[in-house]
């Protein structure tokens, strides 16, 4: 049983490693030529070799008669037959001799067939290994340019997120200046709003002290008309010495509307020389 599973076995091994078959050599057209020359000639030799064994038995026959016989007629015959017979052997040399130059030239044209096919092989295994090359070179390159390519984007992602957090720093910058002018601007803003406001305040308080004050003096004039006839009536009373202490109180105010009207004149008299003085001056520049 074991021995039979061992042939089994190697039955198996034997079908899987059956080869394909090998492609027919193809013939070339001289050899081919040369061949059914040849073929030709050793058929052609072959029959003439036929024929003069026949011939040969012919001339031995006739040989032997002539001898027994001793007639010329017989001596005649088995010349002929030994003629017939050397020509024969003739042929046969003279195709022998272009069997061997067929031959000859059949050799000679397989030769150069062969090495006409061997070249032919060298140049088809060459082309096939020139295309096996380019199939690697092309391989090669692509696997080249898609590291280069890995290579050359990772490098690139790096410089551009380097650039966009360079973008992004002088950007967050400007808004943050940006965000400070504004917060700036608003307090100035608040601060001027204010600074309004309290002006704002302060005026229409002003204007309330001076309407208080208005309402004061207008309640003081009021109740003054109300308290002139009272106070008339008291002065007719009074002695003149008081009436004397007002005038001479009075007098003061009449000095002061004085100086008021001179100051005015001290100014324009200023103001008037200097314009003279010009006008002299554009005399001169004419002259």
């Known amino acids: 049983m074991a021995k039979a599973k061992a042939k089994k076995k190697t039955s198996a091994k034997k079908k899987v490693a059956k080869k394909a078959p090998a492609k027919k050599a193809v013939v070339a057209p001289a050899v081919a030529k040369a061949e059914e020359a040849l073929a030709k000639l050793q058929k052609s030799i072959a029959a003439e070799k036929k024929s ?3 011939l040969k038995k012919k001339a031995v026959a006739a040989k032997k008669k002539a001898a027994k016989s001793g007639k010329a007629a017989d001596k005649n015959a088995a010349k002929r037959a030994r003629a017939a017979s050397a020509k024969s052997s003739g042929k046969v040399s003279v195709m022998r001799n272009k069997a061997a130059a067929v031959s000859l030239k059949l050799a000679k044209v397989t030769a150069l067939s062969k090495a006409k096919a061997a070249q032919d092989a060298v ?3 060459v082309a096939a290994r020139a295309a096996a090359l380019v199939a690697a070179d092309d391989a090669a390159t692509q696997k080249a340019v898609a590291a280069y390519e890995a290579k050359w984007r990772k490098k690139r992602a790096a410089a551009n997120a380097k650039k966009l ?4 720093k002088k950007l967050a910058a400007k808004a943050k200046a940006d965000a400070k002018k504004v917060a700036s601007k608003v307090a100035a803003a608040e601060k001027k709003a204010a600074a309004k406001a309290k002006a ?4 229409a308080a002003a204007k309330a002290k001076a309407a208080a004050r208005k309402a004061a003096s207008k309640a003081k004039k009021a109740a003054k008309k109300k308290a002139a006839p009272k106070k008339k009536a008291a002065a007719k009373k009074k002695p003149a010495k008081k009436v004397a202490k007002k005038v001479a ?7 002061k509307a004085a100086k008021k009207k001179a100051a005015p004149k001290k100014k324009v008299a200023v103001k008037k020389k200097p314009a003279k003085k010009k006008a002299a001056k554009r005399k001169a520049k004419k002259k």
């Open 165 to 168: 957090k360079a973008v992004e």
């Open 249 to 255: 109180k009075k007098k003061p105010a009449k000095k």
């Open 200 to 203: 704002a305040e302060k005026k």
């Open 52 to 54: 003069q064994a026949g």
């Open 123 to 125: 140049k088809e295994k």
